[in-house]
């Protein structure tokens, strides 16, 4: 079998700042890429905050109006940011979940959701404030997001 190179490694990750972009359109189906650190630059997400910040994601906005069109949320392996995958969404309220979903955990007070033994396979690697702190520097990058900024630079 011939690996393939696939679309998300031939974005130039040098030329990556944080933000949101469209990844892919399969369909309709759009793979959106949060990007909430500059690749490559030595600092990245911590590994409880990005915990905390996918629990708190998911069960955000799987709990609103729009949770039909929700297909997946998770982080990146480099752990740079996420990948939130929906359906039939119009990109203009793709970006206001996402800013709406920003502010959310940004202010979140409470127990993670999701966050015991029996609902997650590492339960006890949780960081809320991480996590916030991570939402709270996207709130203002996002603040003026357009949909022509979704895509990548060249």
């Known amino acids: 079998m011939e690996l393939k190179q696939i679309a998300s ?7 990556l700042t944080e933000g949101m972009y469209t990844s892919r359109v399969d369909g309709d189906v759009t793979t959106y890429d949060i990007r909430m650190v500059r690749p490559n630059c030595g600092t990245y997400l911590g590994y409880g905050a990005i915990h905390s910040f996918e629990h708190l994601f998911a069960t955000y906005v799987r709990s609103g109006a729009l949770s039909d069109r929700v297909i997946y949320v998770g982080p990146m ?3 740079t940011g996420f990948y939130f995958l929906v359906r039939g969404l119009a990109p203009e309220r793709a970006i206001d979940l996402v800013r709406e979903t920003m502010a959310f955990i940004a202010g979140y007070e409470g127990p993670i959701p999701g966050a015991s033994e029996a609902e997650c396979g590492n339960y006890r ?17 996002l603040k003026n997001w357009t949909v022509a900024q979704l895509t990548y630079q060249a």
């Open 9 to 15: 490694f031939q974005v130039d990750h040098r030329k």
């Open 77 to 79: 392996g480099c752990r």
């Open 125 to 141: 690697e949780q960081d809320l404030e991480g996590a916030r702190a991570a939402a709270q520097k996207m709130i203002p990058i």
